[in-house]
């Protein structure tokens, strides 16, 4: 099932770039199909999402009508439907977000995240290889590098830190970045492959740290800090990563992986106490809980290679990021709420009902 045009922009214009933004009705993918069609008027997004329980096409009803926009209901592993979209469109670039992304849904069952996350990496990049591509980007993570001890500050993850995964979510990503590496050693396969930090912002799911802890705060619930609080995230205001992911598609290496990280490291107990203040709640709502199993202790990127060669830094300073953020938790409340009143509430009592 497709939505919008098929085809050139109805008002005549010439596109001059055709981009398939894989997962494009979850948190990061909707943010980048925002940013691209801004930033980019003349070039046509083709989004291909299957609405798993993260895809939302709530998230996209602002770009539903725009001439430039087409929306695929399609599964990343559905080899047929991948490849008839690409005999349609023909397009010039590939970004893969599809994923499933959540750690604790993938300790409660890593086998979905084996299938979307490395075959449907392999059928995009086959789609790539048939019709012929300038660029297949992969969107990976930080979470390949493992993690890094607390008492070793001077440690960061580079673009040469091995690959050495905790969770059957960040194992998942990392097979896919070695088959991409793969396709392109033994194909040809024009690549690139991004590792970025964590991301927050507007869109962001519910299940995850920070849109968790605001709608949890703002409904007066308890909010559940594993463990004792002390790892560290190093957060990314979601604009940015965009901003990144652009540059490298435009002006990156082939062949070459890219760090995306603003030197933003935070305790997850700090987050949820800046969260109670900016919504005046007593941080007597804060509950440790049970830890995650195998929870990684510190991520930190050192984003020298994207500074030095595409001129990326970040622009949105935490302070300000996380305030913006809030604001549009409480401006978008519907947006959530359609979220956690219905079969989240289900993911919502197994995970957190017992621990
Ligand atoms: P998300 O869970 O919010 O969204 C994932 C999207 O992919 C959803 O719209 C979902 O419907 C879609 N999807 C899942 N399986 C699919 C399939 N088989 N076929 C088609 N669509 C499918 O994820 P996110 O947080 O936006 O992450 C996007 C990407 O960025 C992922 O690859 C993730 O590994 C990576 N990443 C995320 C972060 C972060 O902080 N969230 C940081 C670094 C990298
Ligand atoms: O680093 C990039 C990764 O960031 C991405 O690859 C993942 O897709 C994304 O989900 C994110 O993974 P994390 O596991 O770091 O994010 P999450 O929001 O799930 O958790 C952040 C931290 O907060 C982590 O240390 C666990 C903790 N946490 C999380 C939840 C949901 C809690 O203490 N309580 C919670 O309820």
Redesign the pocket.
């Known amino acids: 099932m497709c939505l919008g045009t098929n085809g050139l922009n109805r008002k005549g214009k010439v596109i001059i770039m055709k981009i398939i933004v894989t997962g494009g009705a979850g948190f990061i993918g909707g943010n980048f199909v925002h940013y691209m069609l801004k930033a980019h008027p003349e070039y046509r997004i083709i989004c291909l999402d299957c609405l798993t329980y993260a895809g939302n096409m709530e998230t996209l009803a602002p770009v539903m009508d725009n001439p430039n926009f087409r929306f695929c209901k399609v599964d990343i592993t559905d080899r047929e439907a991948v490849f008839n979209v690409f005999e349609e469109e023909h397009p010039d670039i590939v970004v893969n977000f599809a994923?499933e992304?959540?750690?604790?849904r993938s300790i409660e069952n890593p086998g979905v995240f084996l299938n979307t996350n490395i075959i449907g990496t392999q059928v995009m990049m086959d789609a790539c290889r048939k019709y012929g591509i300038q660029r297949y980007h992969q969107v990976?993570?930080?979470?390949v590098y493992g993690d890094l001890p607390l008492d070793r500050p001077d440690l960061f993850f580079t673009e040469e830190t091995p690959i050495h995964t905790s969770?059957p979510?960040?194992a998942s990503?990392a097979s896919a970045d070695l088959l991409v590496q793969a396709y392109h050693r033994t194909f040809g396969l024009p690549v690139t492959i991004s590792r970025?930090?964590?991301?927050y912002g507007p869109y962001h799911f519910p299940?995850?740290?920070?849109?968790?802890?605001i709608a949890n705060a703002l409904n007066d619930k308890p909010?559940?800090?594993?463990?004792k609080?002390e790892?560290?995230?190093?957060w990314l205001y979601v604009e940015d990563h965009c901003r990144a992911i652009d540059l490298i598609i435009h002006k990156g290496t082939v062949g070459e992986v890219y760090n995306i990280g603003g030197h933003n490291e935070m305790k997850?107990?700090d987050?949820?106490k800046i969260i109670c203040k900016a919504l005046d709640k007593p941080e007597s709502l804060i509950t440790y809980?049970a830890?995650?199993k195998g929870?990684?202790m510190r991520?930190a990127i050192d984003p020298t290679k994207i500074h030095n060669e595409l001129g990326w830094l970040p622009e949105t300073k935490f302070a300000d990021g996380i305030q913006k953020t809030i604001r549009w938790y409480l401006d978008n409340r519907e947006w959530w709420e359609h979220i956690i009143n219905g079969e989240y509430q289900d993911y919502y009592a197994r995970?957190?009902g017992n621990r």
């Open positions: 994923a992304s959540h750690v604790d990976s993570t930080d979470e969770s979510y960040s990503k970025c930090s964590n991301n299940e995850k740290l920070i849109p968790l802890m909010l559940p800090v594993y463990g609080g790892n560290v995230r190093d997850n107990i987050i949820v809980v830890d995650r929870h990684d991520y995970m957190y």
